[in-house]
Structure formats: C-alpha cells, structure tokens
C-alpha cells in the first residue's frame, strides 16, 4: 500500500466495491484468447508468454519487480544479487525479442540496483538506444544512505529501423530569461495566456514527472503503479496510432490504459486478479476521458503547472510553436 494519509475527502484513491468486482471478474481471461488485442490475461506471465504470437506487437513496455524485495497484495519479490537477477531477467526478457515486429521497440524499466542486470540482458538481445533516468521527485530518505529518487527506462530495437516521433513528445517549459533579437521579438519563446513558454526537445532526463499520489484521480492502490504521463511520453514517441502495445508485467494497467487513451490497442498480462480488476476499471473509465495530467495541447508540461493548463485555450497556437520550432 501507498502512503495514503491524507484527509479523507481529497483522496481519490481509486476503489472497488464487491458489486464492481464481480462485474469486471466477467471481463477477465485467465487463458490466451483467441483475440489478444484489447484484453487482459489474468495469469503468470511465464504460462502466457510460449502461447504468445509471434511478431503481435509494435511497443513492448515492461515494468517488472525490481532487484528488491516487495510485496505485491500478498506475494513477496525478493531482492537478489546482480547475477541471480540477470538469470530471472533471461527467463522471459528474451522471448520479448520473438512478440516485436522487426520493427518495433521495448522500454524496461528499473532502478539502480537492477540496471547492470538490464543492461547486460538487453544488450544480447536488442539495440540499446538510450537510458532515460526518470526523477522520481518522491522516495524514502534513507539515514546511512542517498535517498533513492529517481528510476531508469531503459529504450532498446529490434533493428535499427524503429518508430520515434520527437515532435510528439516536445516540452513545454517556463522561459527564466526572454531574450529578444534585434527588433525586439521573442528569441524562441512564446506569449501565451498562461506566461512566457518554450517549447523544447525532450531529453533522457526526465524531471517533470511525479509519482501518483493519493489527490490524483489515476492512483490507485498498486504500491509501483507508473504515472500516465510517464507512459504517454514512451507510447507517442515510440508508436503510431491502431499499433499494438504489450506490457508483460501490466499491474494496475496504466500501459493499457494510456494505450487505449491515445488510440493504441493493448494487450497486458498479469498476476494478481485484483490488479486486473482495477485495470479493468481503469479500462472503463478511460472510455470516459482520454485525459492524461500533465500533457496537454499536443505538448508535455513541467511539473505542477495545471493552473497553466487551465489557461490554455488555443492548443492550435501550441502545435504552431512546436512546428516553428522545428524550422
Ligand atoms: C512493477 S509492477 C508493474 C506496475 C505497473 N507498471 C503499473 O503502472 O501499475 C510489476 C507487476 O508485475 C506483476 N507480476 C510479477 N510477476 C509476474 C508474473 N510472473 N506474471 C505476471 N505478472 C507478474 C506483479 O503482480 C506487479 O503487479
């Protein structure tokens, strides 16, 4: 569980009631279905994955345990050292090579301890293209210790032809200082209701993204669930609208449901029935809004700038910035 203590009426942690539990229990599938877009399989990945077929999918997302213990409702991942670790990453990470389309990308995820692991995995497997060091912004401190606040993403291929659309994932940042050229116009920035802007490329350090917490409508009670704009970034950089995206390790379905937020279809497996069901209601109310906090107007915001948001009324003058920015 989340560190949850808040005061009760602002925390919109998501639940489910015995009546929503059964009906979503209807939507799940423990065995491979004949139609693998757009489900979930309710089971161990290492029973699904040999069924799986080849060359299904375009993005492959995988947010296993990491090389630490922690318990997900009930069963324990127990940390290991480096060499165990790279034998648990080489019972399925693989095999995720074969589900790819030649052309298609996977991202894993991880944290410091288990990056030599990836890293050396990958590596035999798939082009490494980049290691993106996420800024976590909340961890526990630690008394003997650097407190641990940031993860990695690690971005591999299966070949060198592979799907990256950077003018999809530009930022949209605060100008501290507003140079102006000769004639006294701004110097790559833009007036806009909401202040003076620039909007940038992204980089592998990324610093404008926090970890759900319990005011945010997306939190649910999964204690690792990744945060939606963290996965909107890795999506419409790295695949085009009707791809399929798998997540092997899918949790409480923030892979699925910004799949099918941004027009991608999903297929995601997991253990725990009730990650599923709140997948599954996730799922639903994605249905309802494609919103995802933090990126709006075809750009992604700095951090804690929804009051900006608010203001914007023109995403068409905001597409226009990122296309002069690119002249
Ligand atoms: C790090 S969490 C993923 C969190 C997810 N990205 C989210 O946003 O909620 C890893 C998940 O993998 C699941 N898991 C672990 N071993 C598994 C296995 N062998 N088969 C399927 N799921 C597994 C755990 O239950 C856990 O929910």
Redesign the pocket.
């Known amino acids: 569980m989340k560190d949850n203590f808040c005061p009760a009426n602002r925390n919109r942690t998501m639940t489910l009631s015995d009546n929503e539990k059964q009906r979503y229990r209807k939507h799940l599938t423990v065995q491979l279905p004949k139609e693998i877009n757009n489900t979930i399989i309710c089971?161990?990945?290492?029973d699904i994955l040999p069924k799986l077929p080849a060359a299904f999918c375009d993005l492959i997302v995988a947010?296993?345990?990491?090389n630490i213990t922690k318990e997900?409702?009930g069963?324990k991942?127990k940390g290991t050292n480096t060499a165990q670790y790279t034998g648990y990453l080489r019972t399925w990470l693989p095999e995720m090579k074969r589900l790819l389309k030649p052309t298609g990308s996977i991202y894993v995820c991880g944290d410091w301890r288990s990056a030599a692991a990836i890293q050396n995995v990958l590596e035999e497997h798939f082009i490494i293209q980049n290691r993106i060091t996420w800024e976590r912004e909340k961890g526990r401190g630690a008394k003997s210790n650097w407190k641990n606040n940031s993860e990695d993403i690690w971005f591999a291929t299966v070949s060198k032809k592979f799907t990256f659309h950077v003018e999809r994932v530009m930022m949209k940042r605060k100008v501290i200082a507003p140079y102006t050229d000769n004639t006294g116009k701004p110097k790559d920035w833009n007036e806009t209701d909401g202040g003076r802007f620039r909007i940038t490329y992204p980089s592998n350090l990324w610093t404008d993204i926090s970890v759900p917490f319990w005011s945010m409508p997306e939190n649910t009670p999964?204690p690792?669930?990744?945060p939606e704009k963290l996965l909107a970034k890795i999506i419409l950089a790295s695949s085009n609208e009707g791809d399929v995206v798998f997540?092997?390790?899918?949790?409480?379905?923030?892979?699925a449901v910004v799949a099918k937020k941004l027009g991608r279809q999903y297929t995601g497996?997991?253990?725990?029935e009730e990650?599923c069901l709140i997948a599954e209601k996730r799922l639903e109310l994605a249905d309802k809004t494609a919103a995802i906090q933090g990126y709006s107007g075809g750009v992604f915001w700095e951090r804690n700038t929804l009051a900006e948001q608010k203001n914007v009324k023109r995403p068409d003058m905001l597409r226009a910035a990122i296309q002069n920015s690119f002249l």
């Open positions: 089971s161990d990945l290492f947010d296993p345990p990491y997900f409702n069963k991942f999964h690792t669930q990744k997540d092997p390790f899918l949790g409480s379905g923030t892979t497996v997991e253990l725990n990650y």
